[in-house]
C-alpha cells in the first residue's frame, strides 16, 4: 500500500503513531541512562518498571489530550508546545506513580530529563512526516493535472488554505499569487506565496499565468457587500472558475477527500452587492406579539418566509393557510421544529371560497393577515386569463371582505411591481387586488395596504436557479431580450421589509420596496458562466428567445398618477393614497363576474379588453416593446444629431 493512501486511514495512522511513541520512550529512558551514568543498561528492574509505567502514563495522557486525532502533516508550533508540556506533566505523574509503588523506579531526575527525550522525539518524527507528505504530494501527480490559482485576501484564512487545505486537494494546485488592496502587504509574502498586488492585477495576473481557479478567501466579517460586488465583478472578466472559500474549520475536521469543485460558487447576492438590511425588530414583535395572525400562500416562497419570521416574533397563534397540501406541510414541520412551543394551525383551503374563508375567519378570528396567495407565473396567465381572475381578484376579494368582516385589525396584501403599468394578465389582476384592498379600506375599520416590489432571489422559477441549471449542462443559458432588466431582492430581506411596512400602516397605502439598482439579465448570464470558469458564446452559448407572453423589457415600481414620499425606514417608500370610486370598483368587479360565468371564459382576447377596460395602464407586451424600441430609436438619432457616440440606453423603471 502506498505511503499516501496508508496514512489516510485514520485507524492505521494512529497506530504507527502510537507504536512509534512507545518506542520514543523506551529509547529515551536507555538514552537518559547513557546520558546519566555512561553505560546501556535495558534489563534492570528500574528500566523495565518505569518504563512500563511510563508508555501507560503518556498514551493515555496524549489520548486524553487527542494527540492522535492531529493531522500529522498539519501540525505546527501549537501542537509542538502541547507535546512538550504533556512530556512534563507525565514525567511528574510518573515520578509520583513510582513512590507509590513498591517496585524499583527511576527518580524524578531522571524521569524529567527522559520527558524532553520524548518530547525532541514526537516533534522530529512529525516533522519528518510532515517534510515527506509534502515531498510526495509534489512529485506524485502528473503536471497535467496541475492547476494555477489565484487566491483573494492576504489574511489568515487564504494562509490556512494554503498550508492547510491544498495539501489535501486530490490534485496538484499552483498558486501564483496572493491579491490584496493593503498596499504595505505588496511583494510580502505568505506560507511562501507571493502578494502581487490589489484588485487591479487580477486581470492581468490571470491572462500571464493561464489562471484555472480564483479562490475568493475574504470573510465576509472583513468586507461589504459592494467591495466583494466590485471584486467579483473584476474576476467575472478572466476566464478563471471563481469559488468562494468554506468554513475550513469544518472542512479540516471531515475526513472527506477536498476538491475544489466542492467549494461554494458565487452567489447572485455576491453580485448584487446589497447591503444587509436593518429592520427595527422592536417595533415589529410589538405589533406581533401575542396576535393572531394568517398567512395566505403559506407554503409558497413569499409565504412560507413570511411564517418563518412572524413565527420569531412570538404571535399567540400562526394561521398558515394553502391549497397545495406538500410545501405547506414541510414548511410547519420547519417552524414546528425551531418553535416547538408555538401554536401553529396548518390549514388547506382555497380563497377561491369564500364560504370556507368566512368560516375559518369566524373559527379562528385573526388580528393580522398577510395575504401572499395567488397564480404569479406570467406566461401561464397569458394562456389562462380566467383562472388569474378567478385566484388573484376573487380570491384577494373574498379573503379582504373577510377580513372586514370579523375585524381583522391589518390586513397586508403582498403585490408586485408588474403591476404597475403592466403588460401581462397576472400584473393587471395584482393591479386590481391593489384597488380592491384601497376600495374596501375606505369603507372598513380594517387598516388595508399593500406592499409592492420586484423579483426576489430563489423564489419558484426565478431566472437564477435556471441558469445555474442551464450552466452545468452546458449549456445554452437562455434569454429572452438583450435588453430586458430586473430588480432583485432576497426572499429575507423583501419579507423583513414587509413586516417592517406594516408598522408605518394607516389603511389604504401602498408600501414600494427599494429594490436597488435593476440589473440586465443578458450581463448577468455573461457573468455567471464566466464566474463558473467558461467563456460566454464559446463554451456556453446565450440564445435570446424572445420576450414570452406579457413579458416586460424592463419593470417599474410607479403608475403615473402616484409619488413616492418616504417612511421612518430608508428602504420602504409610501405612495400617496388614490381616491377610488368604490361603486365603480364594484361594477367592475360584477363585470368580471359575469366574464368568469359567461360563455367567453375561454375567449382570452375578449377576456384582455375587458381587463383593460377595468385597468386602462394594461398594454400588451408587444405594445410595450414597440414603445420602448421607439423611445431608443429617437435616443440614438438625437445622439447621432449632436455627433455624440452612438450609445444604446435601458429605462430602469
Known amino acids: 500500500?502506498?505511503?499516501?493512501?496508508?496514512?489516510?486511514?485514520?485507524?492505521?495512522?494512529?497506530?504507527?503513531?502510537?507504536?512509534?511513541?512507545?518506542?520514543?520512550?523506551?529509547?529515551?529512558?536507555?538514552?537518559?541512562?547513557?546520558?546519566?551514568?555512561?553505560?546501556?543498561?535495558?534489563?534492570?528492574?528500574?528500566?523495565?518498571?518505569?518504563?512500563?509505567?511510563?508508555?501507560?502514563?503518556?498514551?493515555?495522557l496524549?489520548?486524553?489530550?487527542?494527540?492522535?486525532?492531529?493531522?500529522?502533516?498539519?501540525?505546527?508550533?501549537?501542537?509542538?508546545?502541547?507535546?512538550?508540556?504533556?512530556c512534563i506533566v507525565s514525567s511528574v505523574v510518573v515520578s509520583l506513580l513510582g513512590l507509590a509503588v513498591k517496585f524499583e523506579t527511576f527518580g524524578i531526575k531522571e524521569n524529567l530529563l527522559t520527558s524532553f527525550f520524548i518530547a525532541g522525539f514526537m516533534i522530529l518524527a512529525r516533522v519528518s512526516f510532515r517534510f515527506l507528505t509534502d515531498y510526495i504530494n509534489n512529485n506524485k501527480i502528473d503536471k497535467k493535472q496541475t492547476h494555477n490559482l489565484l487566491i483573494i485576501g492576504a489574511g489568515a484564512r487564504s494562509s490556512r488554505v494554503i498550508k492547510e487545505m491544498l495539501p489535501r486537494m486530490d490534485a496538484n494546485y499552483n498558486v501564483i499569487g496572493i491579491i490584496d488592496d493593503n498596499i504595505s502587504k505588496k511583494n510580502s509574502s505568505i506560507n511562501g506565496i507571493t502578494i502581487i498586488g490589489g484588485r487591479e492585477e487580477i486581470v492581468t495576473a490571470c491572462e500571464a499565468n493561464n489562471v484555472d481557479f480564483i479562490l475568493f478567501a475574504i470573510s465576509d466579517d472583513n468586507i461589504d457587500k459592494k467591495q466583494k460586488k466590485d471584486i467579483l465583478n473584476i474576476c467575472s472578466?478572466?476566464?478563471?472558475?471563481?469559488?468562494?472559500?468554506?468554513?475550513?474549520?469544518?472542512?479540516?475536521?471531515?475526513?472527506?477527500?477536498?476538491?475544489?469543485?466542492?467549494?461554494?460558487?458565487?452567489?447572485?447576492?455576491?453580485l448584487l452587492g446589497r447591503d444587509p438590511i436593518k429592520l427595527e425588530d422592536k417595533d415589529i414583535k410589538e405589533y406581533i406579539k401575542d396576535k393572531v395572525v394568517l398567512v395566505t400562500g403559506g407554503g409558497g416562497s413569499i409565504g412560507s418566509e413570511l411564517c418563518r419570521q412572524v413565527a420569531s416574533f412570538s404571535p399567540k397563534k400562526l394561521l398558515m393557510l394553502d391549497i397545495y397540501e406538500n410545501t405547506l406541510y414541510e414548511t410547519e414541520l420547519e417552524i414546528?421544529?425551531?418553535?416547538?412551543?408555538?401554536?401553529?394551525?396548518?390549514?388547506?383551503?382555497?380563497?377561491?371560497?369564500?364560504?370556507?374563508?368566512?368560516?375559518?375567519?369566524?373559527?379562528?378570528?385573526?388580528?393580522?393577515?398577510?395575504?401572499?396567495?395567488?397564480?404569479?407565473h406570467v406566461p401561464l396567465m397569458e394562456t389562462s386569463p380566467v383562472e388569474a381572475i378567478k385566484n388573484n381578484v376573487f380570491g384577494t376579494y373574498n379573503v379582504a371582505v373577510a377580513a372586514s368582516n370579523f375585524g381583522v385589525d391589518r390586513f397586508i396584501l403582498v403585490s408586485t411591481d408588474k403591476a404597475v403599468n403592466p403588460t401581462s394578465v397576472m400584473g393587471a389582476t395584482k393591479r386590481i387586488c391593489e384597488m380592491i384592498i384601497q376600495m374596501q379600506n375606505t369603507k372598513s375599520e380594517t387598516n388595508f395596504v399593500a406592499v409592492r416590489f420586484g423579483n426576489v432571489l430563489g423564489s419558484n422559477g426565478s431566472v437564477i436557479p435556471i441558469f445555474k441549471k442551464q450552466i452545468a449542462q452546458?449549456?445554452?443559458?437562455?434569454?429572452?431580450?438583450?435588453?430586458?432588466?430586473?430588480?432583485?431582492?432576497?426572499?429575507?430581506?423583501?419579507?423583513?421589509?414587509?413586516?417592517?411596512?406594516?408598522?408605518?400602516?394607516?389603511?389604504?397605502?401602498?408600501?414600494?420596496?427599494?429594490?436597488?439598482?435593476?440589473?440586465?439579465?443578458?450581463?448577468?448570464?455573461?457573468?455567471?458562466?464566466?464566474?463558473?470558469?467558461?467563456?460566454?458564446d464559446v463554451d456556453i452559448n446565450i440564445e435570446v428567445t424572445g420576450l414570452r407572453p406579457g413579458e416586460k423589457l424592463y419593470e417599474e415600481l410607479l403608475v403615473s398618477e402616484e409619488g413616492l414620499s418616504k417612511t421612518l425606514h430608508?428602504?420602504?417608500?409610501?405612495?400617496?393614497?388614490?381616491?377610488?370610486?368604490?361603486?365603480?370598483?364594484?361594477?367592475?368587479?360584477?363585470?368580471?363576474?359575469?366574464?368568469?360565468?359567461?360563455?367567453?371564459?375561454?375567449?382570452?382576447?375578449?377576456?384582455k379588453k375587458i381587463i383593460k377596460k377595468i385597468v386602462p395602464t394594461f398594454i400588451e407586451e408587444k405594445e410595450h416593446t414597440a414603445k420602448h424600441e421607439q423611445k431608443e430609436t429617437k435616443k440614438i438619432k438625437g445622439t447621432n444629431q449632436k455627433g455624440g457616440k452612438k450609445e444604446l440606453s435601458v429605462k430602469k423603471g
Open 474 to 536: 452546458g449549456g445554452p443559458v437562455t434569454v429572452t431580450h438583450k435588453d430586458i432588466t430586473r430588480y432583485f431582492m432576497t426572499i429575507p430581506e423583501a419579507v423583513g421589509l414587509i413586516l417592517q411596512a406594516i408598522t408605518f400602516a394607516e389603511g389604504g397605502e401602498i408600501f414600494v420596496l427599494d429594490m436597488g439598482e435593476p440589473v440586465k439579465i443578458y450581463d448577468l448570464a455573461h457573468k455567471m458562466i464566466r464566474l463558473s470558469g467558461f467563456e460566454p
Open 237 to 270: 472578466q478572466t476566464k478563471a472558475q471563481v469559488k468562494i472559500v468554506p468554513n475550513i474549520k469544518e472542512i479540516l475536521l471531515s475526513n472527506k477527500p477536498l476538491e475544489i469543485n466542492k467549494f461554494q460558487d458565487v452567489e447572485i447576492e455576491d
Open 1 to 60: 500500500m502506498q505511503y499516501n493512501k496508508l496514512l489516510k486511514n485514520k485507524y492505521i495512522r494512529k497506530g504507527i503513531l502510537v507504536f512509534m511513541d512507545i518506542c520514543f520512550i523506551a529509547i529515551s529512558y536507555i538514552l537518559t541512562n547513557i546520558f546519566l551514568t555512561s553505560k546501556i543498561e535495558i534489563m534492570t528492574e528500574s528500566y523495565i518498571t518505569t518504563t512500563l509505567i511510563s508508555v501507560v502514563v503518556y498514551i493515555s
Open 570 to 607: 430608508d428602504k420602504i417608500m409610501v405612495t400617496k393614497i388614490i381616491d377610488f370610486d368604490a361603486k365603480e370598483v364594484e361594477e367592475d368587479l360584477a363585470l368580471l363576474r359575469n366574464v368568469v360565468n359567461s360563455n367567453i371564459a375561454t375567449d382570452n382576447v375578449k377576456i
Open 62 to 86: 496524549f489520548m486524553l489530550i487527542r494527540v492522535y486525532r492531529s493531522i500529522t502533516e498539519y501540525t505546527g508550533a501549537r501542537e509542538y508546545v502541547i507535546y512538550f508540556g504533556t
Open 336 to 376: 414546528r421544529k425551531k418553535y416547538p412551543n408555538l401554536d401553529i394551525t396548518a390549514i388547506i383551503a382555497s380563497i377561491r371560497d369564500s364560504k370556507r374563508i368566512n368560516e375559518l375567519f369566524e373559527m379562528y378570528k385573526p388580528e393580522i393577515v398577510f395575504h401572499a396567495a395567488a397564480h404569479k
